[in-house]
C-alpha cells in the first residue's frame, strides 16, 4: 500500500497540485544561494584582496559545494518522500546554528598556497547552509513531480535560475550599498528561516502523494531508460564548458580588455539567465540564439586569443555576448538530451559535475599550467566542436552538386579565408583600426556561415581567425617568456627598443616601466615622476625627517619608487606576490636592486603585515597597491587607514594612489580624513612627457599640517588641492559601496 493510499487520506488526484508553492520554495532558495555567495567573497575581501581569482577561487567552492548539494538531493530523491523530508528539514535546523554567516579565522597562508587556501576559507565559512541550500532546485522539482497531475518539472529549473540571476544583481545594487555587512549577514539568516518554512510546506503538500509509480489510477510512467556513460559524457561535457568560460570570460576581460568594477557580475548573471531560455517549455528564444550562435562564435570568438592591452567596450560586450550565445545553445543541447522526469536529480548531479569540472580547469589547473588566459580560447575551440551547428543554407543538398565538388568548394573558401585573416593580421599588426579590417572580418564570418555543415571546416577557421587577431603575438610573448602568471595576476613584460623602455602591465593596466639605458635606469617614470605626489614627497623625504627617514611602500610593482632612495634612509617594501618580487630580484627590473640598495621586501598581505609592525614604525608609508584597474577595497576602508596610521610616527604622512579610470576615490578618502581629523590634500599630476611620464592622482593625509606647508615650501611648483566634499558614509571594512562612485561616462563611454 502506498502513502497515497493510507487510510483516512484524500484520493491523490484531489490533493492540490501547488505549483506556486514549489515555484516559490526554489526562487527564494535559488535568490538566497546567489546573494550569499557575493556577500562571503565580499566579507573575505580584507583578507584577500580584489585580484580576479579571487572570485574564481570562490566560484570553484561554490560549484563544488553545489555538486555535493546535488548529489545529496539525487539520494533524498530515491527515498520515499517522507523519510526524505524528515532528513531534510532536520539537517536545515541543524546547520542554522552556523548562522549568521561570519568569516572563520584561518591562518594566513604561506606565500603560494593561495590557490588552496582561498578555496578551504570559503568552504568552511559558508560550507554547510551553502550545500543545503543549494539541493532545493533539483529536489523541489523531484517532490512536485511525484503528484500525477504535475505535468513535466523542467521548467522549474529556469524558474530557479531566474531566482538565482535576481539574487546575484540585487547584491551590488541593493544589498552592499544599503546594508552593512553584519546587516546583511542577518537579512540572509531570516530568509534561511523563510526557506526552512517553505520547505516543511512543500513537504506537507506531498506527504499524502505517493510516487506515481505506487498510485493505482496514475498514467504508467515511461520505464526508466538505462543512462550509459556516453551519454553520461555528454551531459559533462555541455555544462562544463559553460561553466569553465563564464570563469575564463571574467578573467580574459579584466586581465586583456576592460578592468571594470563589478564586471564579475556579468558573465555570472548571463549564465545563470541561459538556463532560464535553454529550460524553458518554450523553445523559440533557444532555438533562435542556437541559429546564431555560429555566426557570434565567429565574429566574438575570434577575438580569443587578443592579449594587447585593447580597452574597448566593443570587444567587452562581444565576450559576453559570445559567453550568453554559446552557455544558451549548449544548454539547450543539454536540455534535449535530458532523461525522464524519473532520473531527474541524477541528471542534475551529472550537470553540476560538469560545472565543478570546468571551474576545476579555470581556477586550479589554468593558473598553474599556463602563463596566459589560454584557458580561454580553449574553452572557445570546445564550445565550437559541441555547438549544435544548424545551417541557415545546407548548400551540401543542391541539387546536382557532386560531393567531390562540395570538398574542393570547401578547401578553397578555408583558402579564401587564409587570405583574408592574413589582411586582418596586416592591419592588426600595424595597430590599425580602420573599418578596412571590419570588412575582411565580416568576410570571414560569411564563410564561416557557409562551411557550418563541416564542424572541421568551421573549426578550423575559427581558429585561423584567433591567430589572425592577436593570436600570433600571443604565442609568441609565451614562446618568449614575456608573461609571468600567478594567483593574483597575470604580468606582461614588453621592451619597445626604439624608445629604450621595458614596461610591466598587470592586465589591461601600466604598473610601471623603466629606461634600458643604463645611464637613466634610476630615472622615475610613469606615475611616479618628479611632479606626481609620490615624487615630491620621497624627493623631499630627508628634508622633511632628516638623513634616516624611514619610508614604507605598500606594492612593489616595477620598484620605481626606490629611484627616490637616498643613503642613510630605511626603506621597506610591502608586496603581496612573490612573482612581482622575482621580477625585481632576477634583473628584469633593476630599480630595487641598483638604485635602493636591496631595502627590505614583506610578502604578504600589506595590512595584516602592517599590523604587526611596532607602532611609529615610518615617517612616510605610500600605498600603491591596485590589482589591474580593481579597486584594493579592503586597503581603503576607514579601520584600514588605522592601520596605516598605527604604522606612522606622530609626524608621519600617508600617501595614496587612486589614479583610476572607473572609480572616483576623491570623496572616499575625503569622508575617512574628516572621519579622523585629518589634514588631506590630492596632487594631480599631468606631465607633458607622455612616453615617460603618465598622469597621475595621489592624496596625502597626515594629522601634522605642517607637513604639508613644509611640503609646498619645497615645491612651489607642485601645488597641493583640496580634495572632493566627503562622502556621505564613511568606507568601513563592514560597510562600503562602490556604486555610487563608478564614474559611468568613462564606463560607457569611448576607451583609449
Known amino acids: 500500500m502506498s502513502e497515497g493510499d493510507i487510510a483516512g487520506n484524500p484520493p491523490v488526484r484531489s490533493v492540490p497540485v501547488n505549483r506556486a508553492l514549489f515555484v516559490a520554495t526554489i526562487l527564494t532558495g535559488s535568490f538566497l544561494l546567489f546573494l550569499v555567495q557575493p556577500m562571503v567573497a565580499r566579507m573575505a575581501l580584507p583578507r584577500l584582496g580584489g585580484a580576479p581569482n579571487v572570485w574564481n577561487s570562490a566560484m570553484l567552492v561554490y560549484q563544488a559545494l553545489l555538486l555535493a548539494g546535488y548529489g545529496y538531493a539525487h539520494k533524498l530523491g530515491q527515498m520515499p518522500l517522507r523519510r526524505a ?25 604561506a606565500p603560494g598556497w593561495e590557490v588552496l587556501w582561498v578555496p578551504a576559507l570559503f568552504a568552511v ?155 524553458s517549455d518554450h523553445r523559440d528564444v533557444a532555438n533562435a540564439v542556437t541559429r546564431v550562435a555560429p555566426l557570434i562564435l565567429i565574429l566574438a570568438g575570434g577575438t580569443a586569443m587578443l592579449s594587447h592591452s585593447a580597452s574597448s567596450m566593443t570587444l567587452a560586450t562581444g565576450s559576453v555576448a559570445l559567453l550568453f550565445v554559446v552557455a ?15 532520473q531527474l536529480t541524477l541528471f542534475y548531479f551529472v550537470m553540476s559535475a560538469g560545472g ?42 543542391l541539387p546536382d552538386l557532386d560531393p567531390g565538388m562540395a570538398r574542393a568548394g570547401v578547401v578553397m573558401l578555408l583558402l579564401v579565408s ?153 626603506w621597506r617594501f610591502y608586496e603581496i606576490d612573490p612573482a612581482v618580487l622575482r621580477l625585481s630580484l632576477n634583473g628584469t627590473f633593476t630599480y630595487l636592486t641598483h638604485c635602493a640598495q636591496n631595502p627590505q621586501v614583506e610578502i604578504g598581505d600589506a595590512r595584516l603585515e602592517l599590523g604587526k609592525t611596532a607602532p611609529g614604525s615610518f615617517d612616510i608609508l605610500a600605498v600603491d597597491a591596485f590589482s589591474s584597474d580593481a579597486i584594493p577595497l579592503h586597503l581603503l576602508t576607514d579601520e584600514a587607514v588605522g592601520v596605516y596610521l598605527r604604522a ?4 608621519g604622512v600617508l600617501l595614496i ?51 604639508l606647508k613644509a611640503l609646498a615650501a619645497a615645491r612651489p611648483d607642485a601645488p597641493w588641492t583640496p580634495l572632493q566634499p566627503p562622502a556621505p558614509r564613511v568606507w568601513t571594512d563592514d560597510h562600503a559601496s562602490i556604486l555610487p562612485y563608478i564614474l559611468w561616462h568613462n564606463l560607457l563611454g569611448p576607451q583609449q
Open 657 to 707: 594612489h587612486i589614479s583610476n579610470r572607473y572609480i572616483e576615490l576623491e570623496p572616499v578618502l575625503s569622508a575617512i580624513a574628516k572621519h579622523r581629523g585629518l589634514t588631506a590634500r590630492v596632487r594631480d599630476d599631468n606631465p607633458y612627457d607622455r612616453n615617460l611620464l603618465t598622469p597621475s592622482s595621489w592624496v596625502l593625509l597626515t594629522r601634522d599640517p605642517t607637513q
Open 328 to 342: 544558451v545553445a549548449l544548454h539547450a543541447k543539454l536540455y534535449d538530451s535530458r532523461p525522464p522526469a524519473s
Open 125 to 279: 565559512t559558508i560550507g554547510p547552509v551553502f550545500f543545503l541550500v543549494s539541493a532545493q532546485a533539483p529536489l523541489m522539482q523531484r517532490w512536485f513531480a511525484l503528484h500525477p497531475g504535475a505535468g513535466e518539472p523542467w521548467a522549474l529549473y529556469a524558474a530557479s535560475n531566474i531566482g538565482s540571476f535576481v539574487g546575484l544583481i540585487a547584491y551590488p545594487i541593493l544589498a552592499e550599498p544599503l546594508l552593512s555587512i553584519h546587516e546583511q549577514s542577518l537579512t540572509w539568516s531570516i530568509g534561511y528561516g523563510v526557506l526552512i518554512a517553505l520547505v516543511a510546506l512543500t513537504a506537507w503538500a506531498r506527504w499524502h502523494v505517493a510516487p506515481i509509480a505506487q498510485v493505482a489510477d496514475a498514467p504508467i510512467e515511461d520505464q526508466a531508460e538505462p543512462i550509459g556513460w556516453q551519454r553520461i559524457t555528454l551531459w559533462l561535457a555541455l555544462s562544463a564548458v559553460p561553466s569553465g568560460l563564464m570563469l575564463s570570460t571574467t578573467t580574459h576581460l579584466t586581465t586583456d580588455v576592460f578592468a571594470m568594477p563589478l564586471l564579475w557580475v556579468i558573465p555570472l548573471g548571463l549564465y545563470l539567465l541561459s538556463f532560464a531560455f535553454a529550460f
Open 85 to 109: 523530508a524528515k532528513i531534510h528539514l532536520t539537517l536545515l535546523v541543524v546547520a542554522a546554528v552556523t548562522l549568521p554567516v561570519t568569516l572563520v579565522a584561518l591562518p594566513a597562508p
Open 648 to 651: 606612522l610616527s606622530p609626524k
Open 418 to 570: 587564409l587570405f583574408l585573416a592574413f589582411k586582418v593580421h596586416e592591419y592588426i599588426a600595424a595597430t590599425d583600426s580602420s573599418l578596412s579590417r571590419l570588412w575582411f572580418v565580416g568576410g570571414i564570418a560569411l564563410i564561416g556561415m557557409l562551411l557550418v555543415p563541416w564542424r572541421a571546416a568551421f573549426v578550423t577557421l575559427l581558429v585561423v581567425l584567433m591567430f589572425a587577431q592577436g593570436g600570433i603575438e600571443t604565442v609568441k610573448a609565451s614562446l618568449e617568456g614575456a608573461r609571468t602568471r600567478s594567483y593574483f595576476g597575470i604580468y606582461t613584460v614588453r621592451n619597445y627598443e626604439a624608445s629604450r623602455l621595458r614596461t610591466l602591465a598587470h592586465g589591461t593596466t601600466l604598473h610601471g616601466q623603466q629606461s634600458l639605458d643604463k645611464k637613466l635606469e634610476c630615472a622615475p617614470m610613469t606615475y611616479y615622476g618628479a611632479g606626481s605626489g609620490v615624487g615630491v614627497l620621497l624627493g623631499n623625504a630627508q628634508m622633511l625627517y632628516g638623513r634616516e627617514a624611514r619610508i614604507g611602500v605598500v606594492g612593489l610593482g616595477t620598484g620605481t619608487t626606490a629611484a627616490y632612495f637616498q643613503p642613510g634612509e630605511k
Open 356 to 397: 565543478a569540472l570546468g571551474g576545476v580547469f579555470t581556477a586550479l589547473i589554468a593558473p598553474v599550467v599556463f602563463d596566459w588566459v589560454w584557458e580561454h580560447p580553449l574553452l572557445v575551440i570546445a564550445a565550437a566542436l559541441l555547438l549544435p551547428l544548424k545551417p541557415v543554407l545546407d548548400w551540401r543538398r
